[in-house]
């Protein structure tokens, strides 16, 4: 059974702040990893799905690296805006299934 | 819009009715999975439809009860629930095959209050 984990659990920052949070998982059995945006009152979103040891994407703003070695993952976000406040959640797959794992999410509230 | 919907978006059940959560996706998957998110914790994986065969059941009480008519549809047929099963239900779609990685549409969800 994987364990996701994200810190913080929570980060306020103010407007044009650039913030990173971090998304730990078992190196082991590794498929895949993605990272999603959850605004309140709305569906989450996808971000990036990340396979290879070393990936970085970039969308935007956004970008997200992966280390599938030590099993964690990066998501950075330069230049926040209040509209990137949001709930910003990883979830993990091993190559056993379709087995999705979420961890608890990381919680950014950007002041304008 | 994700393309996928759910209904209904609220729905407040006494512990003996039976009930049902319906979820449709507009995107011609061919993965389809119920998810649960309780209070203070991360999103669980329920169930998980692949071509219409449930490939996944993460250990869910039999008063969940899934089904997938065609790979469009999911329902999550409910019966004697317990208040803690109130909590917000996810439906989610994906594309299936060597490079999609599987990468979910999330509907709205359905917020669930048992009482």
Known sequence: ?112 | ETGVTQTPRHLVMGMTNKKSLKCEQHLGHNAMYWYKQSAKKPLELMFVYNFKEQTENNSVPSRFSPECPNSSHLFLHLHTLQPEDSALYLCASSQEGATSYYEQYFGPGTRLTVT
């Not at chain 1, 964690?72 to 056993?96: F, H, V």
């Open chain 1, 1 to 112: 059974i994987l364990n996701v984990e994200q810190s913080p659990q929570s980060l306020h920052v103010q407007e044009g702040d650039s913030t990173n949070f971090t998304c730990s998982f078992p190196s082991s059995n590794f498929y895949a990893l993605h990272w999603y945006r959850w605004e309140t009152a709305k569906s989450p979103e996808a971000l990036f799905v990340m396979t290879l040891n070393g990936d970085e994407k970039k969308k935007g703003r956004i970008s997200a690296t992966l280390n599938t070695k030590e099993g964690y993952s990066y998501l950075y976000i330069k230049g926040s805006q209040p509209e990137d406040s949001a709930t910003y959640l990883c979830a993990s797959r091993d190559n056993y299934g379709q087995n999705f794992v979420f961890g608890p999410g990381t919680r950014l509230s950007v002041l304008p």
